[in-house]
């Protein structure tokens, strides 16, 4: 069992960054998947950035936010961690942190399967994002 308790968030104005925490009881990090998900209102759930052991690994980014988010890995740390720069009105939600069991490289290759959120084991509690224009 993996708990992932998210930090910061809050409220920025158009143009400006955020970075959110992800920290993870688990004895590591590696080898498994961890994704930032965000429930934008009116929308369904949907996957912002994912990543499989970080630089050293794979990552994948929304269309909507490539170029503006970066998502790594601290592993001394235990902890995910989604940059958010060049923030827009339309960032704004609930985000969420989550992860799945210890995987094989290579598992979620196909786009749908990282960004579906039923392949994930384990979520954090959720922190807000208020992007004012």
């Known amino acids: 069992q993996v708990e992932l308790v998210q930090s910061g968030g809050g409220s920025v104005q158009e143009g400006g960054s955020l970075r959110l925490s992800c920290l993870a009881s688990a004895y590591t990090i590696s080898n498994r998947y961890f994704t930032w998900f965000r429930q934008t209102p009116g929308k369904e759930r949907e996957g912002v950035a994912g990543?499989?052991?970080?630089?050293?690994?794979?990552?994948i980014y929304a269309d909507s936010v490539k170029g503006r988010f970066t998502i790594s890995l601290k592993s001394a740390e235990n902890t995910v961690y989604l940059e958010m720069n060049s923030l827009k009105a339309e960032d704004t939600g609930m985000y969420y942190c989550?992860?799945?069991?210890?995987?094989?490289?290579?598992?979620?290759?196909?786009?749908?399967?990282?960004?579906?959120?039923?392949?994930?084991?384990?979520w954090g509690q959720g922190t807000q994002v208020t992007v004012s224009s």
């Open positions: 990543t499989y052991n970080g630089g050293n690994g794979d990552t």
């Open positions: 989550a992860a799945t069991r210890l995987s094989a490289a290579g598992s979620l290759s196909a786009g749908d399967k990282w960004f579906r959120p039923g392949t994930y084991d384990f």
